[in-house]
């Protein structure tokens, strides 16, 4: 990716711009390949959930990932350019397809600036194999025409934008100068409040699953557990919630990230009308600096009532030998897994606790040195799906999951995240999570069985972490 530090947003007139892009298309034109222009300005400080919100359109594609424990924050929406993937190499796809843009891409503006240049937003499913009528494919990148975002108090806006060799110059011009215009001095009173429905809504639940009893399913499993099939599967509920009224997927997202601020709060919409929107404790890695860093999360607790309460039930759970195995499964895992990349790990022996507002688990942080040529795709394709979200022996396990649930995973418990023109960035488990499309949310809530477990208290865990997402929906 070439780079030029050059800040149109202080230039005097859209001439300077309309000239600029023109040779951009002389270069497609040389090249026979089109070119992806990124031009990032630092603004004032923007929220961009409220920004993503007041241009919101469900025909549109757009991401979001906030973390508000870190100060960051980015949203994107509509398409500059894109790729979906129904191979079953969907990972080298992936990484094919950003390295081609970025090797035909030019990103103008102040290099220093984070989340400089073009993002790329990417969701995969769980399995890489999913239906023609399932609303995401097993991989989709693509790079926003627009993005908002924020690092620690620094807020950039970038406009992208594919410049071909029979492009409309004015018109892309006159787009990014509007844009950049517009977020320079952003207007929120633009949003339509009319439009939102204050009625508190009517709904009803059911169960998704066409395998019955949830329960029976984890006796099953123990079963096979017992029988050294695997040593842990992750079983997963679905209940479809129907109201009287649509669900704004960015409304539910303004109380998830205010309740759970340790967790990502992330909405991933595929411009048919679906969002799927949840707030993950769980990190499957980050690279920034030429570090990598990975979460082992496994083992569940409630939050306490009182401080008292909360430290028993905590020091229950770092004692408990069911939660230590399942934790130590999924951190050996992730370990093996990270050594087949040739890299050196650092952690502590001993888990910790990971409290969030209404559940708490057990953790452990690996972290390392990134080897050259080893790119942040590597390994989200290593590390999925990790014995948190799938289980151990992983291809066992998962060749299992779909007898026990009896619903299509999709987006849950995939990794969705952003890569930047570094190759660089960060990867969220997704789940605590919802498929929103119109009236209907189908919401997910997984546990992990091993030795040990209990059917009523794996059915009473995933009760759990409906009720946090049921509380934010209605």
């Known amino acids: 990716m070439d780079t030029l530090p050059l800040d149109l947003s202080q230039s005097p007139t859209e001439t300077a711009l309309e000239t600029f892009l023109n040779g951009c298309r002389q270069q497609a034109i040389l090249k026979s390949h089109p070119q992806l222009v990124s031009i990032s300005v630092a603004s004032d400080l923007l929220d961009p ?29 509509e398409v500059a350019i894109h790729s979906a993937s129904r191979s079953g190499d969907r990972f080298e796809s992936a990484k094919a397809f950003i390295t081609d843009t970025l090797d035909n891409a030019v990103a103008v503006g102040d290099a220093t600036l984070p989340f400089f240049g073009p993002h790329f937003f990417c969701g995969f499913t769980f399995f890489d194999d999913v239906g023609d009528r399932e609303a995401f494919p097993p991989a989709t990148v693509f790079v926003p025409s627009w993005q908002v975002s924020v690092k620690r108090g620094v807020c ?17 011009s006159k787009r990014i100068w509007n844009a950049n215009t517009k977020f320079k001095s952003f207007d929120y009173r633009s949003v339509d409040v009319s439009a939102s429905d204050s009625r508190r809504p009517e709904w009803r639940m059911e169960e998704a699953s066409e395998k019955g009893n949830f329960s029976d399913s984890v006796g099953r499993a123990i079963k096979e557990i017992d029988s ?39 909405s991933f919409a595929n411009g048919e009308g679906q969002s799927f929107i949840g707030a993950s404790p769980e990190r499957l890695v980050k690279v920034e600096d030429k570090e990598f860093a990975a979460d082992a999360l496994a083992g569940s607790a409630p939050r306490g009532l009182s401080a008292r309460e909360d430290a028993r039930l905590g020091s229950e759970l770092l004692n408990s030998e069911k939660d230590r195995y399942e934790q130590k499964v999924v951190l050996d895992s992730i370990c093996r897994r990270l050594e087949f990349l040739g890299t050196e790990i650092r952690l502590e022996e001993e888990p910790a606790l990971k409290r969030l507002s209404n559940v708490q688990h057990l953790y452990n942080e690996v972290r390392g040195k990134l080897l050259e040529g080893t790119s942040l795709l590597d390994f989200v394709e290593q590390l999925h799906p990790s014995p948190a979200v799938g289980g151990s022996p992983r291809g066992r396990a998962c060749e299992r999951i779909s007898h026990y649930e009896g619903f299509a995973r999709g ?51 995933t009760n759990l972490k409906f009720k946090a997402l049921l509380e934010n929906l209605v």
């Open 228 to 266: 050294e099939v695997f040593e842990k599967i992750v079983i997963a509920r679905a209940r479809d919630l129907r109201a009287n009224q649509v669900f704004h997927p960015l409304e539910i997202l303004n109380a998830m990230r205010d309740r759970y601020p340790d967790c990502y709060s992330f």
């Open 411 to 461: 987006l849950y418990a995939g990794p969705i995240g952003w890569v930047d023109s570094n190759l660089e960035g960060e990867f969220l488990v997704a789940i605590r999570s919802a498929l929103i499309d119109g009236d209907t949310a189908r919401l997910y809530a997984g546990v992990g069985i091993v030795k040990g477990s209990i059917p009523e208290k794996e059915l009473q865990e």
């Open 156 to 172: 950039v806006a970038t406009a992208n934008a594919l410049v071909e060799e029979c492009s409309d110059i004015e018109s892309i």
């Open 49 to 77: 959930l409220a920004v993503l919100e007041s241009i919101y359109h469900p025909s549109e594609p757009h991401f979001y990932v906030e973390r508000p424990s870190d100060c960051v924050a980015l949203a994107g929406a």
